[in-house]
């Protein structure tokens, strides 16, 4: 009797699974749709130059600096501060076994001076810089999506409507200003504390790991059409809404753009993303998620997952944050978000 009943409870559960995996593989090969990029950068010279500057700094520069020094800087500093007996001409000195522990003092030393001066610094560099270069590149992206077939004036006259599109349709004076500050004030909280909330959940034994993994897609996948949306001016709950209702597409989108963090060292893993991002970026820009994801529905007759509340944590945190302002403070950014 028992069984029986909870027969359709079972056949919802593998109905709803398969459909969550039908939406996450959509989502993963519309981020491995990389053949957009190219696209994109045809129709645009200013999108291939940002692109192409992201290359040089995270790949040639950034990644080349950490290939010199694996494999040429440490194997020489080995040569002429050796580590073993062996391979010291001067078998007086190799009998002191305190000149081997000084050898690997100063070899680690000077290792630590090149990370200090030179790497940390890059590092630095390159994510002031390239935070503003992504914002351009996902700017000119979203620009030469419709320049199939236009002309050179209306391409130009495009690029200047695209400048201003942050001033379209907001209320004029002080009230559109603190409608966009308060939206910008919220949604950089809201992803602040939901980054802490992925860092600290890998930490967890057994299961940390695989959380980590999920939250990072979901995280990557929010960033990339975070651009899109902004640019399209998608209001803040609208977003949140349609990113936590599909969350299984965004979950698939977001996953290749993580692979780097479980195979590489901490430092290689961000100069292999920060290649990579932009061209997600590109992807997400380009990319018919909203077409995919209602067509998928509509042969689904309109069945959904129901919303899955990904930043509630998040959204909590930040609210109490602001609970510390006025009331009207408050009130204001309830208003940012329906907007």
Same mark, same amino acid.
């Given at each position: 009797?028992?069984?029986?009943?909870?027969? %359709?409870?079972?056949?919802?559960?593998?109905? &709803?699974?398969?459909?969550?995996?039908?939406?996450?593989?959509?989502?993963?090969?519309?981020?491995?749709?990389?053949?957009?990029?190219?696209?994109?950068?045809?129709?645009?010279? &200013?999108?291939?130059?940002?692109? $192409?500057?992201? +290359?040089?700094?995270?790949?040639?520069?950034?990644? $080349?600096?950490?290939?010199?020094?694996?494999?040429?800087?440490? %194997?020489?500093?080995?040569?002429?501060?050796?580590?073993?007996?062996?391979?010291?001409?001067?078998?007086?000195?190799?009998?002191?076994?305190?000149?081997?522990?000084?050898? @690997?003092?100063?070899?680690?030393?000077?290792?630590?001076?090149?990370?200090?001066?030179?790497?940390? %610094?890059?590092?630095?560099?390159?994510?002031?810089?390239?935070?503003?270069?992504?914002?351009?590149?996902?700017?000119? $992206?979203?620009?030469?999506?419709?320049?199939?077939?236009?002309?050179?004036?209306?391409?130009?006259?495009?690029? =200047?409507?695209?400048?201003?599109? =942050?001033?379209?349709?907001?209320?004029?004076?002080?009230?559109?200003?603190?409608?966009?500050?308060?939206?910008?004030?919220?949604?950089?909280?809201?992803?602040?504390?939901? +980054?802490?909330?992925?860092?600290?959940?890998?930490?967890?034994?057994?299961?940390?790991?695989?959380?980590?993994?999920?939250?990072?897609?979901?995280?990557?996948?929010?960033?990339?059409?975070?651009?899109?949306?902004?640019?399209?001016?998608?209001?803040?709950?609208?977003?949140?809404?349609?990113?936590?209702?599909?969350?299984?597409?965004?979950?698939?989108?977001?996953?290749?753009?993580?692979?780097?963090?479980?195979?590489?060292?901490?430092?290689?893993?961000?100069?292999?993303?920060?290649?990579?991002? %932009?061209?997600?970026?590109?992807?997400?820009?380009?990319?018919?998620?909203? =077409?995919?994801?209602?067509? &998928?529905?509509?042969?689904?007759?309109?069945?959904? +997952?129901?919303?899955?509340?990904?930043?509630?944590?998040?959204?909590?945190? @930040?609210? &109490?944050?602001?609970?510390?302002?006025?009331?009207?403070?408050?009130?204001?950014?309830?208003?940012?978000?329906?907007?």
């Amino acid at each position: 009797m028992e069984t029986s009943t909870n027969l %359709p409870l079972i056949n919802l559960l593998k109905t &709803k699974s398969k459909q969550a995996l039908v939406l996450y593989l959509e989502g993963l090969r519309e981020a491995c749709c990389l053949h957009r990029v190219v696209i994109l950068c045809r129709r645009s010279t &200013k999108l291939l130059i940002r692109t $192409g500057q992201c +290359f040089l700094l995270n790949g040639f520069i950034f990644l $080349g600096s950490m290939f010199v020094l694996k494999s040429a800087v440490i %194997p020489f500093l080995l040569w002429i501060l050796p580590d073993q007996c062996s391979q010291i001409r001067s078998q007086e000195l190799c009998l002191d076994s305190g000149i081997l522990k000084f050898y @690997s003092f100063l070899r680690l030393a000077l290792i630590q001076l090149l990370y200090i001066f030179w790497f940390y %610094p890059l590092y630095v560099f390159s994510i002031v810089l390239s935070t503003l270069w992504y914002n351009d590149i996902a700017k000119y $992206g979203f620009a030469a999506m419709g320049r199939s077939g236009q002309s050179s004036k209306e391409l130009s006259r495009q690029d =200047e409507t695209l400048q201003n599109t =942050e001033q379209k349709g907001r209320l004029p004076g002080l009230g559109g200003v603190m409608i966009v500050i308060g939206e910008q004030v919220y949604s950089m909280l809201l992803l602040s504390f939901f +980054f802490v909330e992925v860092n600290a959940i890998g930490f967890l034994p057994y299961i940390g790991k695989g959380f980590n993994f999920l939250l990072l897609s979901w995280m990557y996948a929010y960033y990339c059409f975070e651009y899109k949306w902004n640019f399209s001016e998608v209001g803040l709950d609208k977003r949140l809404d349609f990113f936590e209702s599909n969350w299984a597409f965004f979950a698939g989108f977001g996953s290749p753009c993580v692979l780097a963090y479980f195979f590489f060292s901490p430092l290689v893993a961000y100069g292999v993303m920060a290649i990579l991002y %932009p061209l997600f970026v590109l992807t997400a820009t380009a990319s018919g998620a909203e =077409e995919v994801i209602s067509s &998928k529905r509509r042969s689904w007759k309109g069945a959904g +997952f129901g919303r899955l509340p990904i930043f509630y944590v998040a959204d909590a945190l @930040s609210m &109490k944050v602001l609970s510390f302002f006025s009331f009207d403070s408050q009130q204001q950014i309830q208003d940012d978000k329906a907007l």
